[in-house]
Nanobody, 117 residues
Framework: QVQLEESGGGLVQPGGSLRLSCAAS????????MGWHRQAPGKERELVAV???????NYADSVKGRFTISSDNAKNTVSLQMNSLKPEDTAVYYC???????????WGQGTQVTVSS
């Protein structure tokens, strides 16, 4: 079974930076895409950024120009570099993986990001 482990969350002041990382492990082969979603208190989970195995990316409008997603296909990892952080970026960030076979979706446990002065 596929497992996802996030790391890099924490407390940062507005304007600061954080880098989230996610490593996939398990018996699954062939990843179609990996990405990040976030969920703030009282709100629905929303897309932040995704990247396909071919390198195509997509970002939420609210993070374009500030966040950068990257991946290492050989190591089955994905990272999210978050710059110019704002209080509204505060949320639990979840790593997501989608397989080529059957289009299965796997989620990490989430890592807390808090942006506050």
């Amino acid at each position: 079974q596929v497992q996802l482990e996030e790391s890099g969350g924490g407390l940062v002041q507005p304007g600061g930076s954080l880098r989230l990382s996610c490593a996939a492990s398990g018996s699954m082969r062939n990843i179609a895409a990996m990405g990040w979603h976030r969920q703030a208190p009282g709100k629905e989970r929303e897309l932040v950024a995704v990247i396909t195995s071919g390198g195509s990316t997509n970002y939420a409008d609210s993070v374009k120009g500030r966040f950068t997603i990257s991946s290492d296909n050989a190591k089955n990892t994905v990272s999210l570099q978050m710059n110019s952080l704002k209080p509204e970026d505060t949320a639990v960030y979840y790593c997501k993986l989608i397989t080529v076979a059957y289009g299965l979706v796997f989620w990490g446990q989430g890592t807390q990001v808090t942006v506050s002065s």
